[in-house]
């Protein structure tokens, strides 16, 4: 498939080809529910091209995404790793309920580290054109994996 912003026009941003394509377990709720809803029903061999409203994909950008930390959150052994606080990098971090986000640095301070929460397509209508390469059951072990998330 390829995912593109806005419409069939749209910058490129992801790119997957057949020889490393993308494949998931359909109907356990990994995906995005329109998303998914788009394929459903495709046999192999079937394309698909259709349009995701941000809305239906990201949501809008949220500013209350955007949080401001101490710098102590990111010590590791009651040390900072400077490397990791560079402007652009995504952090993998935890919220209070335990919940992993991944957050974009976007401004650092002596004791302050501005992230930004949102999805990086937040705020982005999106538009998807692809094939449909192969349909399998899931296997027990992927079941199993699936219920263990």
Known sequence: YTLKLKDKTGKIIQKVDKEKPFVYLFGVGGLLPVFES??????????FEFSLRKEDGYGEYNND??????KDVFKVEDKI????????NIV???NDQGRQLNGKIISVSDDK???????PLAGEDLY????ILEI?????????????Q
């Open 38 to 47: 788009n394929l459903k029903g495709l046999d192999v061999g079937n394309s």
């Open 81 to 88: 790793d400077e490397e990791m606080l560079k402007i652009g």
């Open 113 to 119: 580290v501005k992230m930004d929460f949102n999805h």
């Open 65 to 70: 995404m955007i949080i401001e930390l101490g």
């Open 92 to 94: 993998p971090m935890q």
């Open 128 to 131: 998807f054109e692809g094939v």
């Open 136 to 148: 399998r059951e899931a296997t027990k072990e992927e079941l199993e994996q699936k219920q263990a």
